[in-house]
């Protein structure tokens, strides 16, 4: 396992078409994150998993994102509708009791909506 | 509601010197707090939880609750600590908050 992988890297898209990104986890990881980061400033939470549950949405996600994770293993973050300030970079995480729930991160997907 | 403030976007020393990154923070109850580290081109990673009360690469921090701070430190700082650091907060539930974060440049 060399961690936790997310696919596409880099997504260029025009205004108005929907986008996918998938994140695939370290194993035996049980919590998932996606946070969004923009540039100068931090990751902001976007959503979390335990399993396949989805536990927590942050309020600023709106209705044009939804995020799944069907089985419990990878994890999927849809965009519809895509806007200009959707532009970002997309960060998964995940952790596990096994970790003390220290979060391990992806490399990211940089969202470019022209 | 929830905040973490870091007041420096960049903080610049000489080899050897001591360093200070500040983080501050706003919640009500008792949070759990972290620093992150990004090295260039690397992933976001953990450097260190204020449960831990450990010393990684010879950085510590200390939560001082009356204050709100969570400041990370360090006695000399090494050309290899130059990156990215973010302080963060996990209070009730599972949401984490980070900082703006503060890039740390070591001259030598």
């Known amino acids: 396992d060399t961690g936790v992988s997310q696919d596409p890297r880099h997504k260029i898209t025009k205004r108005g078409q929907n986008v996918t990104f998938r994140c695939d986890p370290i194993s035996e990881h049980n919590r998932l994150y996606w946070y969004r980061q923009t540039l100068g400033q931090g990751p902001e939470f976007l959503t979390y998993?335990?399993?396949?549950?989805?536990?927590?949405k942050s309020r600023l996600l709106s209705d044009r994102f939804s995020a799944e994770r069907p089985k419990g293993s990878f994890s999927t973050l849809e965009i519809q509708r895509t806007e200009q300030g959707d532009s970002a970079m997309y960060l998964c995480?995940?952790?596990?009791?096994?970790?003390?729930?220290?979060?391990?991160f992806g490399p990211g997907t940089r969202l470019t909506v022209t | 509601a929830q905040r973490v403030t870091q007041p420096e976007k960049l903080l610049s020393v000489f080899k050897g010197a001591p360093v200070e990154l500040k983080c501050n923070y706003s919640y009500s109850g008792s949070p759990e707090l972290f620093w992150y580290v990004q090295y260039s081109r690397q992933r976001l990673q953990l450097l260190l939880r204020h449960i831990s009360r450990e010393s990684i690469k010879g950085f510590t921090a200390d939560l001082n609750k009356g204050e709100t701070s969570f400041h990370l430190k360090k006695p000399f700082a090494q050309e290899e600590d130059s990156a990215m650091y973010y302080c963060a907060l996990e209070g009730g539930g599972f949401k984490t908050i980070f900082g703006a974060g503060t890039r740390l440049f070591v001259k030598a």
């Open positions: 995480a995940s952790s596990s009791t096994s970790t003390s729930y220290e979060q391990y």
């Open positions: 998993f335990q399993n396949e549950a989805q536990l927590e």
